[in-house]
């Protein structure tokens, strides 16, 4: 994507997200940051200078299209980064609906609402939808139930789109890392009741870079699928 391209994002706040945009952001490319409520978008904004905020409560996606409604979207979109995520752990026996919701809401109903909203201005711009999965959207393990059917289905999300969409030229990557230092890992870790050491997991930096791979590869290629599992 040379030039200025237009990127919008989930998830910029912190972990992956946030080593994307601040490389996004470093070679002047346009960003679109999506906040949840107004002080998020705020906080944002005060750290990625010129790039614009767009508000919406990812648990709600029932709501996102009256929240668009009421805020300018870009004209141009490039690239469409799906990269927030929420997990809560849980054996089937004790996982809740409401918390089996809340992960299907965020991490699936959510990205498909947002995906649906961009894809004229995608369509137009012959961009790139790329979705931060999971290894978990590949294998599901004991206590992460509801949160691997989220990603699997993230994953059927973004196949069926790509075969939906291949013809015109819009591109749809899945992004599949491991266990990647961020504060969701840090969570993860409170709640299986270990000591959480950064440094035994992937850099968020790396997975960035696997990302800014799949959208400056030329034209004539797309990544469909990219696996990122730590290297030590």
Do not use: C
């Not at 002080?39 to 767009?54: D, H, I, V």
């Not at 508000?55 to 709501?63: E, I, N, Q, S, T």
């Not at 609906?97 to 995608?122: C, D, G, M």
């Not at 799949?214 to 699928?225: C, Q, V, Y």
Request: charge should be neutral; avoid cysteine.
């Amino acid at each position: 994507m040379a030039g200025m391209a237009t990127h919008v994002i989930t998830g910029a706040g912190s972990g992956i997200g946030a080593a994307v945009a601040r490389r996004l952001h470093a070679r002047g490319d346009e960003l679109v940051l999506h906040a949840r409520d107004a002080a998020r978008a705020k906080e944002l904004a005060a750290e990625f200078p010129g790039a614009r905020t767009l508000v919406g409560d990812l648990a709600d996606p029932d709501k996102l299209s009256w929240a668009f409604s009421h805020q300018s979207l870009p004209d141009r979109v490039d690239s469409l980064l799906h990269i927030a995520g929420v997990v809560d752990l849980g054996d089937v026996g004790d996982l809740t609906p409401k918390s089996w919701r809340h992960q299907l809401n965020v991490n699936l109903i959510a990205p498909a609402e947002l995906t649906r909203h961009f894809l004229p201005q995608l369509r137009a711009a012959r961009g790139q939808v790329l979705f931060v999965n999971s290894g978990a959207g590949l294998n599901a393990h004991a206590g992460w139930s509801a949160y691997a059917a989220s990603k699997h289905g993230l994953k059927a999300l973004a196949d069926s789109l790509r075969h939906e969409e291949h013809a015109g030229g819009v591109r749809v990557t899945s992004v599949y890392p491991g266990r990647t230092a961020s504060p969701m890992q840090a969570k993860v870790h409170q709640q299986e009741g270990k000591e959480y050491e950064p440094a035994r997991f992937i850099d968020p930096e790396s997975v960035a870079d696997t990302i800014l791979l799949a959208l400056d590869l030329p034209r004539d290629a797309e990544i469909n699928d990219l696996t990122v599992r730590p290297g030590r």
